[in-house]
């Protein structure tokens, strides 16, 4: 068994999540924002691409717990570039860092799994988070790191908030990004909720593989 698997993100109403250098822009209203502060509680583990690390320097808690109520934070980072000052490396939460096999980097974190030659092998660290009791992980982006696990079939929930603003850019990411990863047909989804929030609307989707 896996751990269940729930991709949550913003973007905005062109459907980008962060300007074209990549830079962080506010999209979630205040009531997604509140949202998202509340399902963190609710999972094991929140998990994000060592792009986001480098771009946004989050810390992955859910604000208000401590070391042992705060969801275990994992960074997927094939080649080790997560810097050692990282607050995702800080002492609010354990780290799980995850990389390549051939990657010999080294970080002061709770686990370090290697897997996969080449990219992240995700269906052997989902098996290993599994043997670590973790049972369900939110997957926050950036949108290299959702596109892998479309690609793999491993997502189970998708949500995704639409924030009422444009970004524009052909370069600007989206929530599915990726080096020319295209599904034949597209990925079909099947709507399980809609809701206002603010300036914006959440839409929740399961996968049909």
Known sequence: MRPFIHVNCAMSADGKIAGADRTQIRISSDEDKTRVKTIRKKYDAILVGVGTVLADDPHLTSK???YDTNPIRIVLDPHGRTPDEAQVLDERAPTVMVTLEDCDREWDCEEIIRAGHGRIDLEAVLEELADFGIENVLVEGGGRTIASFFEARLVDRYSVFVGGLVIGGSDAPTPCDGDGWVSEGGLRL???DCEVL???ALL???PRY
């Open 64 to 66: 208000d717990g401590d």
């Open 198 to 200: 603010g300036n914006g």
């Open 190 to 192: 099947e709507l399980r």
């Open 204 to 206: 929740t989707f399961e």
